[in-house]
Protein backbone atom coordinates (compact mmCIF):
# COMPACT_ATOMS: atom_id res chain seq x y z
CA UNK A 1 0.00 0.00 0.00
CA UNK A 2 1.58 3.00 -1.24
CA UNK A 3 1.41 6.26 1.43
CA UNK A 4 1.35 10.07 0.49
CA UNK A 5 3.33 11.62 3.40
CA UNK A 6 2.89 15.86 3.76
CA UNK A 7 5.77 17.95 1.75
CA UNK A 8 6.83 20.38 4.82
CA UNK A 9 9.54 21.86 2.47
CA UNK A 10 9.75 21.42 -1.41
CA UNK A 11 12.99 21.87 -3.45
CA UNK A 12 12.63 25.65 -3.99
CA UNK A 13 11.60 26.46 -0.30
CA UNK A 14 15.11 24.39 0.55
CA UNK A 15 16.84 26.86 -1.42
CA UNK A 16 15.41 29.89 -0.04
CA UNK A 17 16.14 28.13 3.62
CA UNK A 18 19.76 27.54 2.57
CA UNK A 19 20.42 30.69 0.86
CA UNK A 20 19.23 32.63 4.05
CA UNK A 21 21.20 30.81 6.58
CA UNK A 22 24.48 31.06 3.63
CA UNK A 23 23.70 34.97 3.75
CA UNK A 24 23.50 35.20 8.11
CA UNK A 25 26.83 33.08 8.55
CA UNK A 26 28.56 34.99 6.00
CA UNK A 27 27.52 38.21 7.33
CA UNK A 28 28.22 36.98 10.90
CA UNK A 29 31.87 35.71 9.96
CA UNK A 30 33.11 37.77 7.42
CA UNK A 31 36.72 36.79 8.06
CA UNK A 32 36.22 33.29 7.65
CA UNK A 33 34.76 30.22 9.48
CA UNK A 34 35.19 26.56 9.87
CA UNK A 35 32.59 24.39 9.19
CA UNK A 36 31.97 21.01 11.24
CA UNK A 37 29.15 19.08 9.87
CA UNK A 38 27.72 15.74 11.71
CA UNK A 39 27.78 12.94 9.73
CA UNK A 40 25.52 11.66 8.35
CA UNK A 41 22.67 13.59 8.07
CA UNK A 42 24.03 17.26 7.68
CA UNK A 43 26.18 16.53 4.50
CA UNK A 44 23.35 17.60 1.87
CA UNK A 45 22.52 20.55 3.71
CA UNK A 46 26.19 21.27 4.31
CA UNK A 47 27.03 20.52 0.34
CA UNK A 48 24.56 23.23 -0.56
CA UNK A 49 25.40 25.64 2.33
CA UNK A 50 28.81 26.32 1.72
CA UNK A 51 28.00 26.65 -1.81
CA UNK A 52 26.07 29.80 -1.21
CA UNK A 53 28.21 31.27 1.43
CA UNK A 54 30.50 34.57 0.53
CA UNK A 55 33.42 33.96 2.48
CA UNK A 56 36.29 31.67 3.12
CA UNK A 57 35.26 28.22 4.74
CA UNK A 58 36.58 25.13 5.36
CA UNK A 59 35.16 22.08 6.51
CA UNK A 60 35.66 18.85 8.42
CA UNK A 61 33.80 16.46 9.84
CA UNK A 62 32.44 14.98 12.92
CA UNK A 63 30.60 11.51 13.98
CA UNK A 64 28.63 11.00 17.15
CA UNK A 65 27.19 7.71 18.26
CA UNK A 66 23.69 7.81 18.88
CA UNK A 67 22.76 8.71 22.37
CA UNK A 68 21.60 5.28 24.38
CA UNK A 69 17.84 6.17 25.52
CA UNK A 70 17.05 7.16 29.01
CA UNK A 71 20.95 7.56 29.41
CA UNK A 72 21.57 10.48 27.65
CA UNK A 73 25.05 9.76 26.67
CA UNK A 74 26.91 10.50 23.52
CA UNK A 75 30.26 9.30 21.74
CA UNK A 76 32.60 10.93 19.96
CA UNK A 77 33.51 8.46 17.42
CA UNK A 78 35.21 10.58 14.45
CA UNK A 79 36.99 13.60 15.79
CA UNK A 80 37.54 16.74 13.51
CA UNK A 81 41.09 16.95 12.32
CA UNK A 82 41.07 20.57 11.67
CA UNK A 83 43.37 22.56 14.36
CA UNK A 84 40.44 24.81 15.73
CA UNK A 85 41.86 27.01 18.07
CA UNK A 86 41.48 30.50 17.45
CA UNK A 87 39.25 30.55 14.91
CA UNK A 88 35.33 30.89 14.34
CA UNK A 89 33.37 27.09 14.40
CA UNK A 90 29.83 26.23 13.22
CA UNK A 91 28.62 22.87 13.49
CA UNK A 92 26.16 22.24 10.87
CA UNK A 93 23.68 19.77 12.08
CA UNK A 94 20.33 17.99 10.01
CA UNK A 95 17.70 18.49 12.98
CA UNK A 96 18.29 19.68 16.61
CA UNK A 97 15.95 17.38 18.55
CA UNK A 98 16.70 16.69 22.40
CA UNK A 99 19.92 19.11 22.30
CA UNK A 100 21.91 16.29 23.82
CA UNK A 101 24.10 15.63 20.79
CA UNK A 102 24.77 19.39 20.02
CA UNK A 103 25.07 20.31 23.95
CA UNK A 104 27.82 17.66 23.50
CA UNK A 105 29.97 18.89 20.77
CA UNK A 106 29.54 22.30 21.70
CA UNK A 107 30.86 21.24 24.89
CA UNK A 108 33.96 19.25 23.01
CA UNK A 109 34.87 22.01 20.88
CA UNK A 110 34.81 24.54 23.00
CA UNK A 111 37.59 22.76 25.47
CA UNK A 112 39.91 23.78 22.23
CA UNK A 113 40.16 27.35 22.36
CA UNK A 114 38.16 28.80 18.89
CA UNK A 115 37.33 32.20 18.72
CA UNK A 116 33.47 31.02 18.89
CA UNK A 117 31.18 28.05 18.37
CA UNK A 118 27.98 28.16 16.93
CA UNK A 119 25.24 26.31 15.91
CA UNK A 120 23.46 26.04 12.41
CA UNK A 121 20.55 23.40 11.83
CA UNK A 122 18.53 23.08 8.89
CA UNK A 123 15.44 21.51 10.95
CA UNK A 124 14.63 22.52 14.58
CA UNK A 125 12.13 20.81 16.57
CA UNK A 126 12.00 22.19 20.13
CA UNK A 127 9.24 19.79 21.51
CA UNK A 128 11.37 17.44 22.33
CA UNK A 129 14.25 19.14 24.38
CA UNK A 130 15.68 17.84 27.29
CA UNK A 131 18.78 19.59 27.22
CA UNK A 132 19.14 23.43 26.54
CA UNK A 133 21.12 24.54 23.52
CA UNK A 134 21.64 27.92 21.85
CA UNK A 135 20.91 27.42 17.99
CA UNK A 136 22.14 30.81 15.96
CA UNK A 137 20.80 29.95 12.47
CA UNK A 138 17.82 27.98 12.20
CA UNK A 139 16.37 26.60 8.62
CA UNK A 140 13.04 25.82 9.76
CA UNK A 141 11.36 25.32 13.14
CA UNK A 142 8.79 22.22 13.03
CA UNK A 143 6.38 20.94 15.84
CA UNK A 144 6.79 17.36 17.13
CA UNK A 145 6.52 16.03 13.65
CA UNK A 146 8.77 13.00 12.06
CA UNK A 147 10.71 13.97 8.69
CA UNK A 148 12.38 13.20 6.02
CA UNK A 149 14.57 14.02 3.23
CA UNK A 150 17.40 15.96 2.40
CA UNK A 151 19.89 14.31 4.71
CA UNK A 152 17.26 13.07 7.10
CA UNK A 153 16.36 9.20 6.98
CA UNK A 154 14.49 6.34 8.20
CA UNK A 155 17.05 3.14 8.66
CA UNK A 156 19.67 4.79 6.22
CA UNK A 157 16.44 5.49 3.20
CA UNK A 158 14.96 9.05 1.75
CA UNK A 159 18.44 11.00 2.96
CA UNK A 160 18.61 11.59 -1.49
CA UNK A 161 15.13 13.33 -1.39
CA UNK A 162 15.62 17.03 -2.50
CA UNK A 163 12.42 18.00 0.14
CA UNK A 164 11.69 17.45 3.52
CA UNK A 165 8.68 15.22 4.39
CA UNK A 166 6.73 14.79 6.93
CA UNK A 167 5.87 11.12 7.52
CA UNK A 168 4.34 9.04 10.36
CA UNK A 169 7.23 6.68 11.97
CA UNK A 170 4.10 4.06 12.74
CA UNK A 171 4.01 3.49 8.87
CA UNK A 172 7.54 3.19 8.65
CA UNK A 173 7.90 0.78 11.42
CA UNK A 174 5.85 -1.43 9.94
CA UNK A 175 7.10 -1.15 6.43
CA UNK A 176 10.39 1.10 5.61
CA UNK A 177 9.73 1.34 2.69
CA UNK A 178 6.06 3.01 2.45
CA UNK A 179 7.25 6.23 0.96
CA UNK A 180 9.19 5.17 -1.93
CA UNK A 181 7.09 4.98 -4.46
CA UNK A 182 5.17 8.68 -3.32
CA UNK A 183 8.43 10.50 -3.19
CA UNK A 184 10.64 8.83 -5.62
CA UNK A 185 7.40 7.78 -8.74
CA UNK A 186 9.35 4.51 -8.15
Known amino acids: MAHTPEILLG ?3 LSAVVE ?3 RELSERHDDGVVMIAVLRGSVPFLA ?3 RVMTI ?3 VDFVALSPYTPGTGRVRLVMDVAT ?3 GKHVVIVEDIVDTGLTSAFLIGELQRRNPASVS ?4 VDRPARRVVPVPIDHTGVQIEDRFVIG ?3 DHEGRYRNLQVLAIADPTVLAEDPDAYVEALYGA
Open 20 to 22: RLG
Open 11 to 13: QDE
Open 119 to 122: LCTL
Open 56 to 58: RTS
Open 48 to 50: DLV
Open 150 to 152: YGL
Open 83 to 85: NIE
